[in-house]
């Protein structure tokens, strides 16, 4: 640092060191020039070798100090827990309040039994008879119902000496039954028991009856009997499907009118009101090109085997069929004539003239089984074959078949008339039916 040059004396200056009054001189004023200032400042009453002197370094920083986070306030959570608690006892308090009549039963009160009344047993059926029925090898039974209060009948029937068994179950209110599975040459007894919701009633009579070719009348066609009909209503177990009846029900839509009676005058026996086989959608028109058509059971298969339909097969799916074939009849012959012309052998006694129910005259053969009606020069024949089966499984659809039968241009009755004549199932086959004591026909 360079060396000051040493401040010059001071001047008096001008006018300096006047005097005052008193002899005392005035004090000066020395006023230090301007281009001193900064040098003085720098010494800030150091002395010139003081300034001259090396300046000390610096000192150095200090370290910057970590940064600390402030501590943080923790808040007392006893507040917390008293709320959580609270709510718990809350909640616990509201679901035993909902739940208090689950978790606090109150004890039922003892309400004493009522007195059973025990439902007395119905009485025993009276004045059970048997009987052949004419015309058949079937047997006819007939009793009293005696009781009010029977949920049905079982009939038992025993071959001989043997033990009783039972043969069938009837509905309540029966009163009678055709027995067609007894076989010819044989005695058989019978008996009827009435069977009440808690017991049943002893037996009713025994009734004894012999079936032997003798019963039989002679010139009636030997036919096998018809399929089992449980409930005496003139359609067979197997038959009751196909029209939505019950076969433990003689009249399934209590309209007055047995089951199988409705069927065979075309009428649908599960509809109270007189609704017509044909509006049912129970059974199906079979129509062919060569003018003739007949109703079959929706569940039935049928096919033309020719175009026209002269020749067609209708099926069961059952193991039986009917089969319709047109056939020639050069001679113009009666169909008495014609039939007895193909069948040398049978005297005209064995076969009968019917009237369907649509007013068409026709011929049942000897066997009844085979139907013929003269039709537009030629004759229409319909056979049903019952293949293996024992028993006429179908007896009255086949009858249905033939009163629902149309051939174009046939002349016909007056078609009122013609239903006069008919009573029910059985009436074309001359075999008698259950339902044969009903005469009336579906309003």
Known sequence: MPTLPPP????????AGSAVPGGRRE???????????GMALKMDGKTAAEMQAPLPPPPKPAAPKPLVPPPIQRRPIWPFVILIIILLLAVAGGFIWFNRDILFPKPAPVVPE????QIPAPTAPANLTASVASGTQAVALAWVDTSANETGFRIERREGSATFIPVTNLPTNSSNFLDISVQNGRTYTYRVIAVGQNAESGPSNTATVDVAPSTVVPSAPTLPPGGLDSDSDGLSDVEEPLYGSDASIQDSDKDGFLDGNEVFHLYNPSAIAPVRLADSGLVTPFVAPAGWSILIPKGWTSSLDTADGSIATVRTNQGESFKIRIEDNPLGQSVTEWYLAKNANTPSTAVRLITTRGGLEGLLGAERLDAYFAWDGKIFSLSYDIGTKPFINFRTTYEMILNSLRLSGAPVLDETKASEALN???????TMAASSTVTSTEP
Do not use: H, R, W
């Open 8 to 15: 010059p004396p001071p001047s008096a200056p001008t006018g």
């Open 27 to 37: 004090p000066e004023i020395v006023v230090m020039p301007e281009k001193y200032f």
């Open 114 to 117: 009522p007195p059973v009344t």
């Open 424 to 430: 029910g199932p059985g009436d074309f086959l001359e």
